[in-house]
């Protein structure tokens, strides 16, 4: 790429980076090749991070969506972002040797939500459709656990019950969470909350950088892969701020008239 004139300071968000979850995930494949040799399988994209799974499957990762790839007495891996409960239970009557690479945070919500529903607790969950770390968190229960994805979503749960408990996926917008969770309190004012916000404080530190940052500079560049929740709410609070932003995977997918006549980046 040309060097761009104008272009005079480049600013790093601090903190940035990978989360002590997903370097604790990156970690468990890692030592799990080191010690078994590969092939190591894997359920899911360990992280969703092109960078991180393309140099996991050069060393012997292999990723897998259904079980029924993995073959007999091999190793598998759970990703960080958790897996529901008839996934854990297959995997174990299988016969797998299995590493549970679940990010703690993730975990804790799963264990409220088992916890509660002893309780005789329905679930409304804030998260978005189809994200594996929704279906781990859904997939803990067979029934009573109702997605939102916004707050429009709210009118249509229909809880059998009037025992409610919000849980929230770990890597969302803070902002767009507690609007979501302000509709649940309206149309269900004794709804249980979370003892402590779901949102992963490493999401939300990060999201917090981006507020200060965004606001002084010219355009905000967010490395990380399109398959990233975090990620993408990173670039989505930026322009929200009104700073033009980006997401790359690579230097390569940087494009030089994003940079023309900016100062800060």
Known sequence: MKPVSALEEVVLAEPRGFCAGVDRAIEIVERALRKFGAPIYVRHEIVHNTYVVNDLKARGAIFIEDLAD????????????????????????????????????????????????KEGYEFVM????????????????????????????????????????????????????????????RRFPHVREPKKQDICYATQNRQDAVKLLAPGVDVVVVVGSPTSSNSNRLRELAERLGTPAYMVDAASDLRPEWFEGRRRV
């Open 70 to 117: 993995v073959p007999a007495g091999a190793t598998l891996v759970f990703s960080a972002h958790g897996v529901a409960k008839a996934v854990r239970s297959e995997a174990a009557q299988r016969g797998f040797r299995i590493f549970d690479a679940t990010c703690p945070l993730v975990t804790k919500v799963h264990v409220e939500v088992a916890k509660l529903a």
């Open 126 to 185: 804030i998260g978005h459709k189809g994200h594996p770390e929704v279906e781990g968190t859904m997939g803990q229960l067979r029934e009573g656990i109702y997605l939102v994805e916004d707050a429009d979503d709210v009118q249509k749960v229909q809880p059998r019950g009037d025992k409610l408990a919000v849980v929230t996926q770990t890597t969302l917008s803070v902002d767009d969470a507690a609007e979501i969770l302000a509709a649940v309190k």
